[in-house]
DNA sequence: TCTTTACATGAAAACGATTACATTAAAATA
DNA sequence: TATTTTAATGTAATCGTTTTCATGTAAAGA
């Protein structure tokens, strides 16, 4: 069914290194059986057979994704923005999330060294020793995206969370005179969470307002969380104007808070988040947060990686942090 | 850095064959020498090269995965099933979507003949001629995951469209004692939408309610087609009591309608629809909709085709529907 | 004890491409 | 014209595994 180089070059009467050179664009082929081998191979439909390719030339065109999880549309957007690139250069995306029991490090690991993938784009809330071990190794060239710049030996993508955080906060108390502001942040384990954090502290501080150690709540980047969260710093006597949750996950909780506790948003108390995901636009009143351009970081990530399996040479790695976008909405 | 069959073979004093067979678990081989061969590749970090297997066996591991498009959170439900259930049986998932230009049969074909695939789960909102050629060549395992069962020649999988849209009608007319009901249906190529606009019409007919041409409306399934249908059916002399969207994206439009044109739902008018995504749960009200468990949809997907990609022998296809659940909300 | 059978292992081919090296023919130089 | 250089193509090795076939050894049967 599938024809071989072999076949092919019976067919055109030249051996299977010539048709691998006319066929791979090489120059010590004249124009004549160049053009000879590509006509008859589109009219026998022969397609180089990659496993073959990519295991004589140890190199693959396919992509490993590695990412903590795979629902919700973060992750889908990320995927998206990753194959638009890869499709563009006839690459393939190829992925691995972490199952619970298997680690990320783990799966990192099963892509260098199973040959199938050629590069890996690493996403994970934190890297931590036993990845940036591996990471040193530099068996396959990686690009990590993550909360915050935290690895010089690989190119890397970031998020800006603490100017986003910062932006927000700085905006409540300037714009919209607001003083009393609480937080519900991510795991901090969560290298996200944590630059969202500092950037509400410093902004807070640099406005001279001192921090309450009673606003700021862990919360777990859940709706469930972000309700639990919400409705402790609702029944504090001294209750905060607005919460200003790390994730628009948690601020949709601060919503179901406010219906269960009889509140209206924003008269009673306000409510930001940070990512601005599908739902926060239908939110009523919809939802001020971050916009935070995933789709982008995805493309970002492919387009570095993918000049990176292509060239030998190692230049410098960049590090490249992505700017968010503050979405009013009425919800503050 | 990463070591052959060849240097463990040696490690080991014995033959790259008896290696092979050994970590394949043959029963030709001893008891002895596979303990012996087992504990040296652990001690090794011996793993073999899933490239150079597949080569040999033509057989992959890999499932490639051909979806129409990869955004929005119906396709990551699909892709985080079938991940699940490739990640159990040690297997991995490729992608491909089509990308305006590129057509879903080209995905199919590509995947049949770079070797790289082992089975492939085709996701499409129709199978048409070309594609139907392509599956009949039956070059690799194939679960169809469609609107309908439409191909026999393959295992194939789908959404109870019809079932779905009639109990809905059915309980819009006998519960909510709702008569004039509208249907904005998806693209009528898409044969999810074809069944949920039939189940619409027969849910009608089989309650003695002649069908209103005027209320039936083409959509495209997304957010601003259904703000522009709905407007439009809203603007009637003849103003149906509710609008069912054919699915949650077209019926958050018919939200945006009613801010527009200051109408209020459910007692303007009513909406309902068909997914239930994740963000209906937060529309204002609860959106009524059938929820579709596309998680499961890709978890049966992937398990039937591992099945197969395991087995030489060809018993019969499998065709399984899902059926969907009526969430009812404060819409209507 | 000698032959046959079964069993465990090894040697080598195979998969489909790329590529270093060899070869041939034509063009350029002496 | 003889020799060297260059250009185009072919030959064969190679990648890491699986698998067929051959081989040798121990157990079973005569």
């Not at 504090?236 to 104007?241: A, S």
């Given at each position: 069914m599938t024809i071989t180089i072999k076949e092919l070059a019976q067919k055109c009467g030249v051996s299977i290194a010539t048709i691998s050179r006319a066929l791979n664009d090489?120059?010590?082929?004249?124009k004549e059986t160049k053009e000879k081998v590509l006509v008859m191979a589109a009219q026998l439909n022969y397609k180089p057979n990659l496993l073959a390719r990519s295991f004589v030339t140890?190199?693959?065109n396919i992509i490993g994704l590695v990412m903590p999880d795979i629902h919700g549309e973060f992750f889908m957007e990320i995927i998206h923005g990753v194959d638009e690139v890869c499709y563009l250069h006839k690459y393939y995306t190829i992925f691995s999330s972490s199952?619970?029991?298997?680690?990320t490090a783990e799966a990192i690991i099963d892509f260098m060294t199973r040959g199938?993938?050629?590069?890996i784009i690493l996403m994970t809330p934190a890297i931590d020793d036993e990845i940036r071990k591996i990471l040193k190794l530099n068996q396959l060239p990686t690009v990590v995206i993550s909360g915050?710049?935290?690895?010089?030996r690989c190119d890397s993508i970031s998020i800006d969370n603490y100017n986003g955080a910062y932006a927000l906060v700085d905006y409540l108390i300037n714009?919209?005179?607001?003083?009393?502001i609480a937080h519900i942040s991510?795991?901090?384990?969560n290298n996200d969470a944590i630059q969202r954090q500092r950037g509400y502290q410093n902004a807070l501080e640099d406005n001279g307002i001192p921090v309450n150690k009673n606003w700021i709540i862990e919360g777990d980047f859940t709706t469930l969380g972000g309700q639990a969260a919400s409705t402790k710093l609702l029944k504090?006597?001294?209750?905060?104007?607005v919460i200003f949750a790390a994730n628009d996950m948690m601020a949709i909780g601060c919503y179901i808070s406010a219906r269960l506790l009889n509140l209206k948003i924003p008269t009673d108390f306000g409510v930001a988040g940070f990512?601005?995901?599908?739902?926060s636009q239908f939110l009523n009143p919809r939802l001020t947060t971050l916009h935070v351009p995933i789709y982008e970081l995805g493309k970002q990530a492919a387009t570095i990686l993918i000049q990176r399996m292509n060239k030998t040479e190692l230049n410098e790695f960049k590090h490249i942090t992505v700017p968010t976008e503050l979405i009013t909405g009425g919800s503050v």
């Open positions: 090489e120059p010590s082929v004249t140890k190199k693959s199952h619970g029991k298997r680690s199938i993938v050629g590069g915050k710049r935290d690895f010089d714009i919209k005179k607001i003083k009393k991510g795991p901090l384990k504090l006597k001294d209750r905060p104007e990512d601005d995901i599908f739902a």
